[in-house]
């Protein structure tokens, strides 16, 4: 459990549904978590286990209709997010909490210059002149290694490439300095060599200023190299969390024991690779008509008849790795 005094941020009991045409969709069902100062959380998951809305969530950016947060909170250095009206909450958005999003065409203005969105941004949080607003875009540039910044400031974003988007997105977002970041996907469009670069960028800012960051990602791989703690979704759940370590070491879940299985691995020399990948069969069940048991169940090799008729509860297995299986134990011993 985390020191309370060290916690930047505390998830407890969020909820998220969309009501669309077909009925009630849980996007985000119970999901409770907590990241401390200098730490990095990993939300993994499949496309569809709302790992998106969790973090338009937690930005309070959930389009109104059709989707609505309807239950839980969400503690920002001991303030509850969820409580505030959208004018204070304008207050916080972009200054305490900032966000990386997949795609920085899309989040970018494309009309106006890539220095001035940065400036808007700065002087809508702090009591700045043009000027020091105007230094401290320049500044960002450079800190995130952007050659010539001064002259990158005055172009447009149609004028950078897709990696210096990237780069510009998040010397937005941490422009102010935010207790917490969240990066969604924040490589995803980005061929693999940037997507290293962006990523051990991130993580150097992070260590610099201090930001609890929450990485929102589908890779395994930056998991592992970037996360101290991870949580699988699925369906909208939490189906396990624990240290990045005691996740690799020994998977309590099924879904995430596939994934892992799913990732593509170099053959030792002298050993013939395997004919196909692994897959997790089957797919995402609709969020609208979830079975009554697990929601992994019809997908599940390890399934039985409980599985199907009750939702198992997290279960602490030590160490405060937690995870939803009835058969947990024996995940452990197949991994």
């Not at 990523?199 to 589908?218: F, M, N, S």
Request: hydrophobic share 45%; proline share 7%.
């Amino acid at each position: 459990m985390a020191d309370r005094s060290d916690l930047v941020l505390d998830v407890k009991n969020l909820k998220t549904v969309f009501f669309t045409n077909s009925g009630l969709f849980k996007a985000v069902d119970d999901l409770s978590f907590t990241v401390k100062r200098g730490e990095t959380l990993a939300i993994v998951g499949e496309s569809g286990c709302g790992k998106s809305v969790t973090a338009l969530s937690l930005m309070r950016l959930v389009p109104d209709p059709p989707g609505r947060i309807v239950d839980g909170s969400v503690l920002l250095e001991g303030t509850d997010l969820l409580a505030l009206n959208e004018t204070e909450m304008r207050k916080i958005r972009g200054n305490r909490i900032s966000m990386i999003f997949q795609e920085p065409m899309t989040s970018l203005n494309p009309v106006i210059r890539i220095g001035d969105q940065i400036i808007e941004a700065v002087r809508l949080h702090r009591n700045l002149s043009s000027r020091e607003a105007k230094d401290i875009a320049v500044e960002m540039l450079r800190l995130v290694r952007i050659p010539e910044p001064a002259r990158r400031a005055k172009e447009y974003p149609h004028q950078l490439s897709g990696g210096m988007r990237q780069r510009a997105m998040i010397a937005m977002a941490l422009a102010c300095r935010p207790a917490l970041l969240i990066a969604d996907e924040p490589t995803t469009a980005l061929d693999v060599t940037i997507q290293a670069q962006i990523l051990a960028l991130i993580l150097d800012l992070q260590k610099e200023l201090g930001t609890g960051l929450v990485l929102i990602t589908h890779d395994l791989g930056v998991v592992a190299q970037a996360a101290q703690r991870v949580i699988v979704m699925y369906a909208g759940r939490k189906v396990e969390e624990a240290g990045v370590e005691a996740l690799f070491a020994a998977p309590r879940h099924p879904y995430t024991r596939g994934l892992m299985a799913s990732i593509p691995a170099v053959p030792a020399p002298g050993v013939a690779a395997p004919a196909r990948l692994n897959e997790i069969p089957g797919t995402v069940p609709s969020l609208v008509r979830l079975p009554k048991g697990c929601a992994f169940a019809p997908r599940c090799p390890l399934a039985v008849k409980r599985c199907e008729a009750e939702y198992p509860p997290l279960t602490d297995w030590g160490g405060g790795h937690l995870a939803a299986c009835w058969r947990a134990a024996d995940v452990a011993e197949v991994a």
